[in-house]
C-alpha cells in the first residue's frame, strides 16, 4: 500500500453495543478488510471507539458494516473523522 492510499479513521459507535460482542465483530471484520488499529469500549457505557487505518475503500466498508453490528446490537449512530494514516499500527485488535 502506498502513503496515497493510505488513510484513517476515528469513529464512534453508540447504541446498544457494549457487553454484546460488538468489538469481536470489529476486530473480525477490519482484519477480513485487512485493517489495522483498534478497538475499544467508551467510558460511557453505550459507545464503542474503533481507530482504523488502511485502505480507503475497506475503511468506507468497515463503516457500513459498523451502522449494521453484530445480531444483537442497536446501531444508533456511527460518527467518523477521516484522518490521515500514522502507520504506528502493524494489526487489528481489541483494547480494553
Given at each position: 500500500m502506498t502513503e496515497e492510499?493510505?488513510?484513517?479513521?476515528?469513529?464512534?459507535?453508540?447504541?446498544?453495543?457494549?457487553?454484546?460482542?460488538?468489538?469481536q465483530f470489529v476486530v473480525v471484520n477490519a482484519r477480513a478488510l485487512g485493517l489495522s488499529g483498534y478497538v475499544r469500549n467508551g467510558s460511557d457505557g453505550c459507545s464503542v471507539e474503533v481507530v482504523a487505518e488502511g485502505q480507503r475503500p475497506a475503511l468506507e466498508e468497515l463503516v457500513r458494516r459498523l451502522w449494521k453490528g453484530p445480531?444483537?446490537?442497536?446501531v444508533d449512530s456511527v460518527q467518523v473523522r477521516w484522518t490521515p494514516a500514522s502507520g504506528e499500527f502493524d494489526?487489528?485488535?481489541?483494547?480494553f
Open positions: 492510499e493510505a488513510a484513517g479513521l476515528r469513529a464512534t459507535v453508540r447504541g446498544v453495543v457494549q457487553a454484546i460482542g460488538f468489538r445480531f444483537m446490537a442497536r494489526h487489528f485488535e481489541a483494547r
